[in-house]
């Protein structure tokens, strides 16, 4: 099944083959949970719109159009799940009971943003810098937050993006071009801030 597309599996699973659809949950288990896990910061929230996105999948399959691709069709369906979930929590706010483990790989958006940071002097300051990582992204508004982790954690493309937001190639560009920049501005506000409180 290894060498199948994610779009043949697709077609196999609309003749009856339920084993496709297992092999495509399996191929997108851990990235598209990494992804909700970083854009919703809870992995309870995460793994009910992880199962919630698979289940549209399955109930949506005989609507997928032969001439797209699978990948972008299937972050869209998440995207759109945890916008609405983050929608109606603003609605009724909760506290937060648990949050991901501060340890867990920060992924290429770390890489990205501080690889200047990293000198042998500052190796030892690597997990407070991820902590600051994460906890600024997760004050950058919802649309700048979710683009930044399409592009640096979940790799996609320009043209992905543009399919999973619904959104036109330009404003795509300009949108992760606005959510490097915002991160910047409040990465060194923060940073700022720590060292004027030492």
């Known amino acids: 099944m290894a060498q199948i597309t994610d779009e043949q599996l697709l077609i196999l699973f609309r003749r009856g083959d339920e084993d496709a659809f297992v092999q495509l949950v399996k191929r997108y288990e851990k990235e598209l949970y990494n992804f909700l896990l970083r854009f919703l910061r809870q992995p309870s929230l995460a793994e009910d719109v992880f199962q919630e996105t698979f289940f549209q999948v399955h109930l949506s399959a005989d609507s997928f159009k032969?001439?797209?691709?699978f990948?972008?069709?299937?972050y869209t369906i998440a995207s759109n799940?945890?916008?609405?979930?983050?929608?109606s929590r603003a609605r009724r706010p909760t506290v937060q009971l648990s949050t991901y483990d501060a340890d867990q790989d920060a992924g290429q958006l770390w890489d990205f943003l501080l690889a200047d940071h990293t000198t042998a002097e500052e190796i030892f300051e690597k997990k407070q810098q991820k902590e600051l990582v994460r906890e600024v992204v997760g004050k950058l508004p919802d649309h700048l937050r979710q683009i930044l982790i399409l592009a640096y954690f979940s790799k996609l493309s320009y043209q992905e993006m543009a399919e999973v937001l619904e959104i036109p190639l330009g404003t795509v560009k300009s949108r992760l071009h606005s959510a490097v920049a915002h991160f910047g501005r409040l990465y060194?506000?923060?940073t700022d801030s720590e060292d004027r409180t030492i």
């Open 66 to 69: 032969s001439d797209r691709r």
């Open 71 to 74: 990948r972008p069709w299937l």
């Open 81 to 87: 799940k945890a916008r609405d979930l983050l929608r």
């Open 188 to 190: 060194r506000e923060q």
